[in-house]
């Protein structure tokens, strides 16, 4: 979808990405109801997304990625191979929020390999909301470039400011929030470990 029409900046359409969630549900055994569940995302929406009929947040995309035990990445990409791989700028995935932040995508997906590089800003005074707890034994880096960024793990709250970088175990519920009137930029590594993991409780 074009830039400003939806949840993807470039190349997949809703189509598409409607169409790998169904296949990788299915690959996994999962009714909707089933995913629905262990994503926390209300049937109607799932079986929208899986239509192309509606467009997810961010946060709804990331839920139903974390209950097919995957990264949005895979989701909105096809593996590349094992060389050098180059990202140019324009061809790196975006995906915006309504709510007034994005996630630029830094790495490319690779084969059996679960593990994304994202660049996120989020515009003053946006709270991009709660994630889900990845599979056991997922860990994920935020390092801050610029801003203020509220982290909250498993409700420990705690703030970063420029320069600093923090690791958490990936199987916490975690959110990230710029309370402030600047923009804030932060780069965060979620690593899965082997792509096909399996989903936990939560996903």
């Known amino acids: 979808m074009p830039d400003g029409a939806g949840l993807l900046s470039s190349g997949l359409s809703m189509a598409e990405l409607g169409s790998r969630v169904r296949t990788r549900r299915r690959a996994r055994g999962l009714a909707l ?3 629905a569940e262990l994503s926390g995302v209300s049937r109607s929406m799932v079986s929208d997304v899986e239509r192309g009929a509606k467009t997810p947040t961010v946060l709804v995309l990331d839920r139903l990625a974390t209950a097919l035990g995957t990264s949005i990445a895979r989701l909105l990409d ?5 060389a050098l791989v180059l990202l140019r700028h324009a061809g790196q ?8 932040w994005e996630r630029r995508i830094l ?5 059996g390999v679960e593990f994304e590089f994202m660049r996120t800003v989020l515009a003053p005074g946006v709270d991009a909301g709660e994630f ?4 056991p034994g997922s860990r994920e880096y935020v390092a801050v470039e610029s801003g203020r960024l509220t982290l909250t793990v498993d409700g420990r709250v705690s703030t970063l400011e420029p320069g600093d970088s923090v690791y958490f175990p990936g199987d916490c519920r975690h959110g ?3 309370g402030e ?5 932060y780069y965060l590594v979620m690593d899965l470990g082997a792509a096909g993991g399996a989903a936990g409780p939560h996903g």
Do not use: I, K
């Open 33 to 35: 109801e089933r995913l």
């Open 78 to 82: 096809e593996p590349a191979g094992d």
């Open 93 to 100: 995935r975006v995906v915006r929020d309504p709510a007034g």
């Open 107 to 111: 790495s490319p997906v690779l084969p």
């Open 132 to 135: 889900s707890p990845h599979q």
């Open 176 to 178: 990230f929030a710029n």
């Open 181 to 185: 009137d600047a923009e804030c930029v």
